[in-house]
């Protein structure tokens, strides 16, 4: 597979992902959109300049959280996440309103999450390894843990 072909499969396979990840770091969507172009136009030059890369979607999210950190801290922009809507068959009131209890407390608990919880959080629930994480966000493998755990932990506590 030539290096066009290795590109288009990873922009189609990582795309919304990195891009996902990115409003984690409280980027606003259009921002988000812009830094997610920039990495996939950085990962092209780098294939086309270095030849192969030894994990292209680790190096991926490695440079959306870089410029990801870059650009937050020009842009002090927040969005809230969007509300997910009830359950189905949660259609009388009393489930409604449990539901939105719910989420709302989830929302609060991401929140109160560190900005590298919430980016752990957010890698592992793409697939990450740890070990990818760790390179992504250039951290300790066991760092990873605990940040994940501690992000998990809370969650729970908020659910419950």
């Given at each position: 597979?030539?290096?066009?072909?290795?590109f288009h499969r990873l922009?189609?396979?990582?795309?919304?992902?990195?891009?996902?990840?990115?409003?984690?770091?409280?980027?606003?969507?259009?921002?988000?959109?812009?830094v997610t172009q920039e990495?996939?136009?950085?990962?092209?030059?780098?294939?086309?300049?270095?030849?192969?890369?030894?994990?292209?979607?680790?190096?991926?999210?490695?440079?959306?959280?870089?410029?990801?950190l870059t650009t937050r801290?020009?842009?002090?922009?927040?969005?809230?996440?969007?509300?997910?809507?009830?359950?189905?068959?949660?259609?009388?009131?009393?489930?409604?309103?449990?539901?939105?209890?719910?989420?709302?407390?989830?929302?609060?608990?991401?929140?109160?999450?560190?900005?590298?919880?919430?980016?752990?959080?957010?890698?592992?629930?793409?697939?990450?390894?740890?070990?990818?994480?760790?390179?992504?966000?250039?951290?300790?493998?066991?760092?990873?843990?605990?940040?994940?755990?501690?992000?998990?932990?809370?969650?729970?506590?908020?659910?419950?």
């Amino acid at each position: 597979m030539n290096i066009e072909e290795q590109f288009h499969r990873l922009y189609t396979e990582a795309r919304e992902d990195v891009y996902h990840y990115l409003l984690t770091f409280q980027l606003d969507p259009a921002s988000a959109q812009d830094v997610t172009q920039e990495v996939f136009l950085r990962l092209y030059s780098a294939w086309k300049s270095e030849g192969q890369i030894r994990n292209p979607r680790a190096w991926v999210f490695r440079v959306a959280h870089n410029l990801g950190l870059t650009t937050r801290k020009r842009s002090a922009r927040w969005e809230p996440m969007e509300e997910s809507g009830p359950p189905a068959g949660a259609a009388d009131p009393e489930h409604q309103t449990l539901h939105k209890e719910r989420a709302q407390r989830i929302q609060e608990a991401l929140k109160e999450l560190s900005s590298q919880q919430r980016q752990v959080l957010h890698l592992r629930a793409e697939g990450l390894k740890y070990r990818e994480i760790a390179e992504a966000i250039g951290i300790q493998v066991s760092t990873v843990s605990v940040f994940l755990t501690r992000a998990l932990t809370r969650l729970r506590k908020a659910i419950e």
